[in-house]
């Protein structure tokens, strides 16, 4: 069974950073894509980076480039979302997600993505 366990949300000031960790027990597959999404109250979920873990590829959505980064460590199952200069526009629950498909054949749509952490929140104040 899949496992997706995220870890590191918390509560920062506008203009900090925080590391968004995310362990995925799926040893039988390597070639995946990890997504992080977030959802914001009254929002829909959407997608603000993901990662092919074969190549290493990364996509962002617009709203994060240049702020986020999304890096892994295949010896630990890991993938990491380093969040910075962040605004009050990005709280929200962050879910990290896996699909048995390369990123580009499943994109940011949440629906694609077959297992999914629990969420961890992430608040930002001014």
């Known amino acids: 069974q899949v496992q997706v366990v995220e870890s590191g949300g918390g509560s920062v000031q506008a203009g900090g950073s925080l590391r968004l960790s995310c362990v995925v027990s799926?040893?039988?597959?390597?070639?995946?894509?990890i997504g992080w999404f977030r959802q914001a109250p009254g929002k829909e979920r959407e997608g603000v980076a993901r990662?092919?873990?074969?190549?290493?590829?990364?996509h962002y959505a617009d709203s994060v480039k240049g702020r986020f980064t999304i890096s892994q460590d295949n010896a630990k199952n890991a993938v990491y979302l380093e969040m910075t200069s962040l605004t009050p526009e990005d709280t929200g629950v962050y879910y990290c997600?896996?699909?048995?498909?390369?990123?580009?054949?499943?994109?940011?749509?949440?629906?694609?993505?077959?297992?999914w952490g629990q969420g961890t929140q992430v608040t930002v104040s001014l």
């Open positions: 997600a896996e699909a048995r498909a390369p990123c580009v054949m499943v994109g940011a749509l949440a629906h694609k993505y077959s297992y």
């Open positions: 990662i092919f873990t074969y190549s290493g590829t990364t």
């Open positions: 799926d040893d039988a597959y390597s070639r995946k894509c």
